[in-house]
């Protein structure tokens, strides 16, 4: 069976407390926030005022660049201020807050429940319904994706890679959205086949999911160039280029995109989202979320307007354990603890919201490296994390660049096999972050 072929570790799923639990769709809130910021790149510009009545679907604040994203309403209400807050982790950003009233939709978004199967428009008019829409990636990174499906000139896309893995531990929306909605994503596979002009598509699925192997395969057709692939079980295969190479086989080399091998990736519930905007006019207003934890009363995954604060639905889901240590925004590798959950809300980032016990989180204490080599064994990009940390903590930030570690993708395996318990990554992320802007300087220099 199929895998990528450097470093990798193999975690617990713990998936088995929100597995095959049907998507519960969440309730309205009663004020929601938007924050500016819900995609890499640019943040979004207001274009609604203060006093503003909006509808559900209406744009609230346009792309800020090229790699940026609309961004459009969850909710009917009036907007009753726009004003600077911080997310769950102390970082400020921008909000458009809306007194909700009522749920009233733009006429043009079709809200039936029957699917429309046949897509009559060209690949502009697809990537411009993708675009308007607001859609992003919704497997973590959030990079827009209408910009995904424009190569630069003198690339072109040969295969869709649809990322069904959903291997990080605990979470479970993809696997249930796959269950609940697989035809509207194969109709979604088939519209960016068309939007990308290529023939091929690959939906990779690790193998601890064989009901939606199963299911997909039979929803999939051949003559439709749509290929089920089931995948062995190893984490992080869901990162674009850990998939493209278990897939067909391709290493996208340091520092460049999936498109430099022909490849082109996108996530099942990103597809599911293209699907709603190009066939019913939906731009992006809600994604499902898996909230979860070995002692949440009722784990489960969660279909969430933007905006929804989380308390709300943690208070769905049961309310926080009393033997809550940490709740984690994601999943516990690439996941982070929040700070706080007051005023949070969900928004297209937030896979997951995952309540580990005290006695899950506790870090054991760290011990001196003893240079065993377990976590450049385990690096998927192929780095020495031992080594990138400690650069990183010596402020050698040339060395860094010399040493690809913007290469790393923020896994957590290096960390997860360490028998040292070494923090590795909390160095390597602020490193990273300071080559990163480095790079952003000296580009910005040059034009």
Sequence with gaps: MRTFK????????NKQFSAHQPITVCPLPKQAIIP???HIGAPAQAVVAVGAKVKVGELLAKAGGFVSANICSPVSGTVTKIDATT????APMQAIFIDVEGDEWLPEIDRKPEIIRQCTLDPKAIIDKIAAAGIVGLGGACFPTHVKLMPPPG?????????????????TCDHQLMLEHGEEIIIGIQILKKALGVNRAIIGIENNKPDAIEHMTKLANASL????????????QGGEKQLIDACIGRQVPSG????????????????FAIYEAVQKNKPL?????TVTGKNLAKPGNYSVRFGTPIEEVIALAGGVPADTGKIIGGGPMMGRAMDHIEGMPANKRLSGLLFMTEAESVRPEEENCIRCGKCVQACPMGLEPYLLSRMAELEMYDELEKHDIMDCIDCGCCVFTCPAHRRLLD?????????GAILRERAAAKK
């Design 36 to 38: 500016l910021v819900q």
């Design 6 to 13: 450097i470093g990798g570790v193999h975690p617990h799923d």
């Design 285 to 289: 207003i809600s994604r499902v979320m």
């Design 256 to 271: 460049a995109l999936p498109i430099e091998v022909g490849a082109v990736v996108d996530n099942v519930a990103t597809i």
């Design 225 to 236: 160039g749509i290929e089920v692939m089931p995948l062995k079980l190893r984490y992080p």
């Design 427 to 435: 160095g390597i992320r602020p490193g990273k972050a300071k080559v």
């Design 155 to 171: 690339k072109k896309a040969e295969v869709l890679i649809v990322n069904g893995v959903e291997c990080e531990p605990y979470l």
């Design 87 to 90: 997310d769950a982790w102390g």
